[in-house]
């Protein structure tokens, strides 16, 4: 796997348009929350198409669940646009077409002679970026499931949130020490 995209280390904040010209840091899309971000192979592929497909449902769970996702394109964003509608999806899908994100990570699949394609990179991020987990698609089989992303995320939430179990004493301490200190209660 390339360096740069191991557990513990921070995805860079790249600033790309979504499909229809609007400018994002992905930083700015995280929100402070946990993230799926997926390095799309491109359009051109039904392999591709199919797993975005795969996570529509997961996605539906994101905003009650605290959680991001966003899909990055190494293609024009009229490309991007007709996969984002092909697929049905909802999350920001990016268009990286000066394959800036390819190059920094060195993710360009050179087994492909005909598309500016990328080796399929599936990341759960934790809040600030940082790289928790890390799946290569390369073969359809080593993208991450909807149920193994959500596996992922519920240990991701167990270890970053205090208050995962709120029946634990420390839990309970914590939102009394809270509201002696007038935050306001909840998530």
Request: proline share 7%.
């Amino acid at each position: 796997m390339v360096d740069a995209l191991q557990p513990g280390k921070v995805f860079p904040d790249f600033e790309l348009p979504d499909d229809l010209g609007a400018m994002h840091r992905l930083s700015e899309l995280q929100h402070g929350n946990p993230m799926v971000l997926m390095l799309a192979r491109g359009e051109h592929c039904p392999r591709e198409r199919q797993h975005q497909r795969e996570l529509v449902k997961l996605h539906d769970f994101c905003p009650v669940a605290f959680t991001e996702m966003v899909s990055i394109f190494p293609n024009t964003q009229h490309d991007t646009n007709k996969m984002k509608i092909a697929t049905g999806a909802f999350w920001t899908y990016l268009a990286d077409e000066e394959l800036e994100v390819q190059r920094t990570l060195g993710i360009r699949e050179y087994t492909d002679s005909h598309h500016d394609a990328n080796v399929p990179i599936t990341l759960v991020l934790a809040p600030g970026l940082e790289i928790d987990k890390v799946y290569n698609g390369y073969w359809f089989w080593g993208r991450p499931s909807p149920y193994r992303l959500w596996e992922d995320l519920a240990d991701l939430f167990r270890r970053i949130k205090p208050d995962f179990d709120p029946l634990t004493d420390e839990a309970r301490a914590a939102w009394e020490a809270a509201q002696l200190a007038g935050a306001p209660a909840g998530h």
